[in-house]
């Protein structure tokens, strides 16, 4: 599925199923908590805590939900997300096409 068709059938499941968008700002507010979700997982995972019994512990499921949230952003402010991630690429590639190459700490 290309970001396109992902913004695509993002918007027809809530126009089907969700009735409409949550506002802007509260979408903000779930992205937030569902990085803040990914971020306890990694934390257990990969950091130094621990899983608590009964916490999830799969990363996709939350990392999907991020993704949700934010195309449902994209959707609700006009954002291609195809054509906004070839611009960040390009920005990228621009400005860091040495710097990584030439950092002795990698």
Not at 15 to 33: D, H, I, P, Q
Not at 51 to 69: H, I, S
Request: net charge negative; glycine share 4%.
């Amino acid at each position: 599925m290309t970001l396109r068709e992902a913004q695509e059938r993002v918007d027809a499941w809530i126009k089907t199923y969700g009735v409409r968008y949550f506002s802007e700002l509260t979408n903000m507010a779930c992205l937030t908590e569902e990085v803040g979700e990914l971020a306890r997982i990694m934390a257990r995972r990969y950091g130094d805590q621990s899983f608590k019994e009964g916490e999830k512990q799969d990363p996709a499921e939350e990392m999907a939900d991020v993704l949700w949230v934010l195309i449902c952003l994209a959707n609700q402010t006009g954002v291609d997300l195809t054509e906004a991630l070839e611009k960040s690429f390009q920005k990228k590639t621009s400005r860091d096409k040495e710097r990584h190459k030439n950092n002795p700490k990698l």
